[in-house]
């Protein structure tokens, strides 16, 4: 079982940058895709973000994000990371990986295996 904890949240001022991790262990990471999500205040639903296959030759970003955001992955360091830059007050959420077995990505919301806690990202002045 693969357990995957976020970190990386807080108050980012509006056009700043941060760094998310999702650090991972119980399992070879090497073997999951890795997808982020994140969860606007006040909205139920979990929108798709980014994701990296597991052999690093697939990625997607949701229109909302492209170019501004960037998913990398140390898969010797267990840690997937999405990289935001230029980040705007539309971008505050609360921010989930997930993993899947699936190897392509994007992967259906339904395919994700494990899930983190989240972490939050407030962008404000």
């Known amino acids: 079982q693969l357990q995957l904890v976020e970190s990386g949240g807080g108050l980012v001022q509006p056009g700043g940058s941060s760094t998310l991790s999702c650090s991972t262990s119980?399992?070879?990471?090497?073997?999951?895709?890795i997808s982020w999500y994140r969860q606007a205040p006040g909205k139920e639903r979990k929108d798709d973000v980014s994701?990296?296959?597991?052999?690093?030759?697939?990625?997607t970003y949701a229109d909302s994000v492209q170019g501004r955001f960037t998913v990398s992955r140390d898969n010797a360091k267990n840690t997937v990371y999405l990289h935001m830059n230029n980040l705007k007050p539309e971008d505050t959420a609360v921010y989930y990986c997930a993993a899947s077995l699936m190897s392509l990505c994007p992967i259906n919301y339904y395919s994700m295996r494990y899930w983190g806690k989240g972490t939050l990202v407030t962008v404000s002045s």
């Open positions: 119980g399992s070879t990471l090497e073997n999951y895709s």
């Open positions: 994701c990296i296959s597991s052999s690093s030759n697939s990625f």
